[in-house]
Antibody, heavy 120, light 110 residues
Framework: QVRLVQSGAEVKKPGASVKVSCKAS????????IHWVRQAPGQGLEWMGI????????TYVQKLQGRVTMTRDTSTSTVYMELSSLTSEDTAVFYC?????????????WGQGALVTVSS | QSALTQPPSASGSPGQSVTISCTGT?????????VSWYQQLPGKAPKIMIF???KRPSGVPDRFSGSKSGNTASLTVSGLQAEDEADYYC??????????FGTGTKVTVL
């Protein structure tokens, strides 16, 4: 079955960077796009960007361009999301999500989430 | 891109229906039939309920239905049950590999 297992919770200081991993299993890694979505405490869902694990191409939401980098390692079926120049407003649960099959652009399979806390 | 607009809250008694709107623009909801809806229970990851405007994934009860008219998509939950109490989010493809979420709606079963 499709599984996305994310790295654990992190605490970072303002100005630092964080790198969250997402290990995929149960399907052909290079066949489906992976999205990153974040949710600040008590707030809504925010789409951050997408990576195509096959070629590594990425698209990021405009407000995070320059601060976010999504990469993948096909040898370990893992995608990574790195966010730099952290502020308290970046405190959130970060989810990796796989699209469903059939080109539906639906976010079908969600990781368990990784809490990143930015605090001095 | 701006978030899609949803009402902050909606409610209904058990057995009743509730409809949640999701208003975007002609560049997202109005231009693509790639609107999805997600249910999020407290402390849990979201779960897909509707994709491509009105299609249900296997396992989702047929009490959940979706539609779209112009720049506004809607999710209807018929025959409300206590277990439907959750936050609901819409999302739409917005072109050039971009996506946008709705602001979210808290559904309360009275």
């Amino acid at each position: 079955q499709v599984r996305l297992v994310q790295s654990g919770a992190e605490v970072k200081k303002p100005g630092a960077s964080v790198k969250v991993s997402c290990k995929a299993s149960g399907y052909t890694f290079t066949s489906y796009n992976i999205h990153w979505v974040r949710q600040a405490p008590g707030q809504g869902l925010e789409w951050m960007g997408i990576i195509n694990p096959s070629g590594g191409s990425t698209t990021y939401v405009q407000k995070l361009q320059g601060r976010v980098t999504m990469t993948r390692d096909t040898s370990t079926s893992t995608v990574y999301m790195e966010l730099s120049s952290l502020t308290s407003e970046d405190t959130a649960v970060f989810y990796c999500v796989r699209e469903s099959s059939g080109g539906t652009r639906a976010l079908a399979y969600w990781g368990q989430g990784a809490l990143v806390t930015v605090s001095s | 891109q701006s978030a899609l607009t949803q009402p902050p809250s909606a409610s209904g008694s058990p057995g009743q229906s509730v409809t949640i709107s999701c208003t975007g623009t002609s560049s997202d909801v109005g231009d693509y039939n790639y609107v999805s809806w997600y249910q999020q229970l407290p402390g849990k990851a979201p779960k897909i309920m509707i994709f491509e405007v009105s299609k249900r994934p296997s396992g989702v009860p047929d009490r959940f239905s979706g539609s779209k008219s112009g720049n506004t998509a809607s999710l209807t939950v018929s025959g409300l049950q206590a277990e439907d109490e959750a936050d609901y989010y819409c999302t739409s493809y917005a072109g050039s590999s971009n996506f946008v979420f709705g602001t979210g709606t808290k559904v309360t079963v009275l």
